[in-house]
């Protein structure tokens, strides 16, 4: 049986397209490996938000032409934002890294199975890496960007905005619940522009009325939403609709109306001001994230601290924060990029420290109070899992003979809050004593943001 490996850089949108390509793979008779070295193909899935995730998948290739110097009959391909639209520039990631055998779409994985010099005689029913899905998915919805903003390279790469049919992502979330997944987030790049291409122009709001009414599902989030494109029908639907969780991703970028501008970003600072406030008055208990660029272009001392300012009185509940770094073939790359590095790093540690003590206010507020968890997995030995407000939370399984090898995955719990850490929760199941033991906070790192590129700070929390 012929195997594969796909190496995922970059956003939650990533993650799903590997998905797709793995599926793929396996309907052609291809199973999943983890290890590197048995993959008789390997795709590395890029990300060029950031220089730091174009680096990531250099390094990966330069470890895979090791292989492939062993292995001459690897097929080595490459898929992502780091792939042009456009054979001159497609030429030149040829030349770059002759390892790589093929540049394809992340929208067309059947360029990829066309290539195989090989196929396994007997299709795989098995979809290992779907089997890998766990308690929650990502479902992309709508593909590309209509918007042009001066600092972003994924309309570049991605193209303009295509939705998928309601039915068409409806029976897709049907058969990962069939699987045993239990919650979905919706994944776009301006996920609140969904349908404005399709027959009878639906919205988000009618997307998410047709997966609420999935039996076996409980959870539904979304991401990443852009401030113009939000509407109040919008916000209505995560108020009355049972399983959509109370959570926006909801990036403003920055506090300054000037950089706005520069940005391109079709909006002010009092606009955004005045949704965030009409969302926290029509959803009850609602988090609010948000992204955050710091040294943009000629931005000031006077305009970085429009932004702190604007974070302090909006006190939002996560704030994903990156350093500005020009990204070739956009706007902003023609810009003057004058603000030195250490003046750069010295705003975003200002920021993540403001947000930690903000966190961390937020997170003391929850202790003694019950939270119903879905349980997503076991780590570290503990059980986590998140809020409806997308909190993490751990809890160890409750004394008692009863309670031991419970395999609490999948599981709708009930959980009292022991302590609070500025990134997660440690607790106890209602009804049971809690275990006598410290723990301290230690992050991780989730996938990163769909707008910034970097990483969004969670926490694991360890004896």
């Known amino acids: ?14 993650v799903a397209d590997s998905i797709r390509i793995g599926t793929a793979l396996e ?3 291809y199973t999943y490996t983890d290890q590197l070295d048995n993959a008789d193909v390997v795709v590395v899935n890029t990300c060029a938000v950031r220089q730091r995730a174009e680096d990531s998948a250099a390094g990966k290739l330069s470890q895979i032409s090791t292989i492939k110097r062993k292995n001459k009959n690897l097929v080595v391909a490459m898929t992502g934002c780091m792939v042009p639209p456009n054979e001159e520039g497609k030429t030149g990631l040829y030349k770059r890294f002759p390892v790589i055998d093929l540049l394809f779409d992340t929208l067309d994985p059947q360029r990829l199975v066309e290539i195989l010099p ?3 005689e007997q299709p795989n029913s098995g979809l290992s890496i779907q089997g890998k899905i766990g308690i929650t998915a990502y479902v992309s919805v709508i593909y590309g960007c209509n918007y042009t903003c001066s600092y972003c390279i994924v309309p570049l790469r991605r193209g303009k905005e295509m939705s998928r049919p309601i039915s068409e992502i409806v029976e897709e979330i049907r058969g990962y619940v069939r699987r045993g997944v239990r919650e979905v987030t919706l994944l776009g790049q301006t996920v609140d522009a969904y349908g404005h291409d399709l027959p009878n122009r639906p919205d988000l709001a009618d997307l998410l009325q047709a997966i609420n009414n999935i039996e076996g599902l409980w959870r539904i989030r979304f991401l990443t939403s852009h401030p113009k494109m939000m509407s109040y029908k919008m916000i209505k639907a995560v108020a009355d609709l049972p399983k959509v969780c109370e959570y926006f991703s909801l990036p403003i970028q920055h506090g300054d109306d000037a950089i706005l501008k520069a940005m391109k970003r079709p909006y002010t600072v009092a606009f955004y001001e005045k949704l965030a406030e009409t969302v926290r ?8 994230s948000t992204d955050i660029i710091v040294g943009f272009p000629g931005e000031t001392d006077t305009q970085f601290m429009s932004t702190y300012r604007m974070l302090e009185r909006l006190r939002f509940n996560e704030v994903h924060v990156a350093a500005y770094s020009p990204r070739p073939g956009t706007l902003s790359a023609t810009y003057e990029d004058n603000v030195p590095p250490d003046v750069k790093r010295e705003r ?7 947000q930690e003590r903000l966190a961390l206010e937020y997170s003391q507020k929850t202790v003694g109070d019950t939270y119903e968890i879905l349980v997503e997995r076991l780590e570290k030995g503990r059980w986590h899992g998140r809020t409806r407000t997308n909190k993490p939370v751990f809890f160890d399984n409750p004394l008692g003979l009863e309670y ?22 440690t607790g106890h199941v209602a009804g049971t004593t809690p275990l006598a033991q410290q723990f ?8 990163v943001s769909l707008i910034t590129g970097r990483s969004i700070p969670l926490a694991v929390a360890k004896k």
């Open 440 to 447: 301290e906070e230690v992050e991780i790192c989730a996938p």
């Open 1 to 14: 049986m012929k195997q594969y490996h796909i190496h995922t850089i970059g956003c939650q949108m990533n």
């Open 27 to 29: 309907q052609t008779g």
């Open 281 to 288: 008055q029509t959803v009850p208990n609602v988090s609010i």
């Open 118 to 120: 090989e196929r396994s």
């Open 348 to 354: 975003l540690q200002a920021v993540e420290q403001l």
């Open 404 to 425: 031991e090898g419970f395999d609490w995955r999948g599981k709708l719990v009930d959980i009292v809050i022991d302590r609070a850490g500025a990134w997660s929760l």
